[in-house]
């Protein structure tokens, strides 16, 4: 514990707390009294002994946040130098090590601090280096999981971790240059590597730390929320992480593009390729891959039960809209109207409104998905082919009309699929006004997206390729 307080009081002296060795001595004493199994009481009695000055309190709070409960428990590992782990594994003899003692202490001049505490197995310098790196970001347009990534980048940038990657290149060459052993400069290079890795999960650590604090400071777990639960400010923060997921949906294309660029192998092609070599080394040449145009068609229900959750799915297939460049998306109440034109070149924000303002269907009726299903059938089946992807957004509440499941089996025959994305759970099919369970048999696949955390999951797996 004395240990402990030690490495929390030099974090705090390096973030401009003048806390003396006395009051160190205190804070060492008074949890012996209250002891340390109540995370508040003691934050209390350190706060107690060690903050003198009403302007230090907010950098003390964030600096215990991230001491007893951030990056600094992933760095517990690194307690012991790198030294006395290779001493440990026992791989390497006396004198390769007092080898490695000698290079490293005459290399040490030249290392970044973050590479520097790290071969030390310094776990106070290491945090500090962290806690003044966050104190570098804005973490306030943190606002949801999916934007974990990239902040942890940014911190791993400003503790250093680029220049500890190019630490770790260099100190391997040295070594080597040096004369030391291949396995010696491989055990040097991978527990190196090994606690680069640790730097690397303690900022995303102390990220994810930061996202949740901020999401339980506005007063909600927006990502965990029910979708019809969901206050106007929340909605908003909401279709910010949609936003956030499409970006992400489209990366994750872009990727797989360009892996599946390649086509067959065109033998013809190949062996011209070859002649002037004699086939050595052979050069395989590939047929083009046309590029995939995917047909996807969307129908979300808008009707006022699922306002909220509309608000999201047309949210999100607008983003679908933006990654695709054939997509037709409907909405519907009762009656079934198109707002493929709203989506094409418009905002997020102004495509909403221009499908929820009631010029282009009545919104004031009840629910109708037979007609709506019917009536799309009936004027739009011609256009969906075998290369068609269908969505049907809403909980599939009938209001006790005609289903018209025929008009769903007869879209399942002619499409690529038809998937129904279902905004109530499971245990509610069936009951009431419900027809779930009969549309669930009619179409290729269901599932139930009750909040953004299950949007997030399914999302890569409805994305049409």
Same mark, same amino acid.
């Given at each position: 514990m004395e240990q402990r307080i030690v490495e929390f009081v030099e974090v705090l002296r390096q973030n401009g707390l003048k806390v003396a060795i006395s009051e160190a001595n205190d804070a060492v004493r008074a949890l012996a009294e209250v002891g340390v199994e109540e995370r508040d009481l003691t934050r209390a009695t350190l706060k107690a002994t060690l903050c003198k000055r009403a302007q230090d309190v907010l950098v003390f709070d964030k600096a215990?946040?991230?001491?007893?409960?951030?990056?600094?428990?992933?760095?517990?590992?690194?307690?012991?130098?790198?030294?006395?782990?290779?001493?440990?594994?026992?791989l390497l003899g006396k004198d390769e090590i007092q080898m490695i003692v000698w290079m490293l202490d005459r290399l040490a001049g030249q290392m970044s601090p973050l590479t520097a505490a790290a071969m030390q197995g310094n776990r106070g310098q290491l945090a500090q280096l962290f806690r003044q790196a966050s104190l570098q970001i804005d973490f306030s347009r943190l606002q949801n999981t999916l934007q974990t990534g990239f902040y942890s980048r940014r911190l791993l940038t400003a503790a250093g971790a680029e220049n500890m990657r190019s630490d770790i290149e260099s100190i391997g060459r040295e070594l080597t240059d040096r004369g030391?052993?291949? @396995?010696?400069?491989?055990? %040097? *290079?991978?527990?190196l590597s090994t606690a680069l890795r640790k730097v690397e999960d303690a900022a995303r650590l102390e990220v994810q730390r930061q996202s949740n604090a901020r999401l339980k400071k506005a007063g909600a777990t927006v990502a965990d929320k029910p979708l019809h639960t969901l206050s106007r400010q929340e909605v908003d923060l909401a279709?910010?992480?949609?936003?956030?997921l499409a970006e992400k949906l489209k990366a994750r294309l872009i990727r797989r593009q360009r892996s599946k660029k390649k086509g067959?192998?065109?033998?013809?092609?190949?062996?011209?390729?070859?002649?002037?070599?004699?086939?050595?080394?052979?050069?395989?040449?590939?047929?083009?891959r046309r590029p995939q145009r995917p047909d996807v068609v969307v129908l979300c229900d808008v009707s006022d039960s699922v306002r909220n959750a509309s608000r999201l799915m047309l949210l999100f297939t607008w983003s679908l809209q933006s990654l695709f460049t054939r997509? @037709?998306?409907?909405?519907? %109440? *009762?009656?079934?109207?198109?707002?493929?034109?709203?989506?094409?070149?418009?905002?997020?924000?102004?495509?909403l409104?221009?499908?929820?303002?009631?010029?282009?269907?009545?919104?004031?009726?009840?629910?109708?998905?037979?007609?709506?299903?019917?009536?799309?059938?009936?004027?739009y089946l011609g256009t969906i082919s075998r290369k068609t992807t269908v969505f049907v957004i809403g909980d599939g509440r009938n209001n006790f009309n005609a289903p018209h499941l025929w008009a769903l089996e007869d879209l399942k025959r002619k499409a690529k699929r038809v998937v129904w994305i279902c905004t109530e759970p499971k245990t509610n099919w069936g009951f009431g006004d419900s027809e779930m369970t009969n549309y669930a048999r009619a179409v290729t696949q269901v599932v139930t997206v009750l909040n953004l955390s299950d949007l997030e999951k399914i999302a890569p797996q409805l994305v049409p390729t």
């Open positions: 215990f946040d991230f001491f007893f409960a951030g990056a600094s428990k992933t760095l517990e590992n690194l307690e012991k130098s790198l030294l006395a782990r290779i001493e440990e594994e026992g030391l052993s291949e @396995r010696g400069v491989e055990v %040097v *290079s991978r527990h279709q910010r992480a949609v936003r956030a067959q192998l065109n033998p013809r092609r190949t062996l011209r390729k070859n002649l002037t070599t004699g086939g050595v080394p052979m050069v395989p040449q590939f047929r083009t997509v @037709r998306s409907f909405i519907f %109440v *009762s009656e079934l109207g198109e707002v493929t034109k709203h989506f094409k070149d418009a905002k997020p924000e102004d495509a409104e221009a499908a929820l303002s009631g010029d282009v269907i009545s919104l004031s009726s009840n629910s109708n998905y037979g007609n709506a299903l019917s009536t799309f059938a009936k004027s």
